[in-house]
């Protein structure tokens, strides 16, 4: 089981930046494609964005393509999304997830849900 701790987030005007991290502990990082989901209130938990550990591809929901970049750093144990053009639409709380990508889906690992962080984009 791998551990994971979000930071990062805050409150950003329309049209700003932010930069969210994600670090892990427990098992080898490596060996878990990281994915990044989002809640807003009164909604369900969605995907945001996942990089594929074998070779750094990376996937994105069409809601933020062209505006978030995900990277990670096997060395570091860490995985990052800076978010750019940010829209009210984006305000969640954001999570880092451990899990597995197939055929260009990522699939969550159940047990592998760090606390969140709370990013709040105001119009």
């Known amino acids: 089981q791998v551990q994971l701790v979000e930071s990062g987030g805050g409150l950003v005007q329309a049209g700003g930046s932010l930069r969210l991290s994600c670090a892990a502990s427990?098992?080898?990082?490596?060996?878990?494609?990281m994915g990044w989901y989002r809640q807003a209130p009164g909604k369900e938990r969605e995907f945001v964005a996942a990089i594929r550990r074998s070779d750094g591809r990376s996937y994105y929901a069409d809601s933020v393509k062209e505006r978030f970049t995900i990277s990670g750093n096997n060395a570091k144990n860490t995985v990052h999304l800076q978010m750019n053009s940010l829209k009210p639409e984006d305000t969640a709380i954001y999570y880092c997830n451990a899990g597995g990508l197939v055929s260009g889906r990522h699939y969550p690992a159940i047990d592998s849900w760090g606390q969140g962080t709370q990013v709040t984009v105001s119009s």
């Open positions: 427990g098992r080898t990082f490596s060996t878990y494609d």
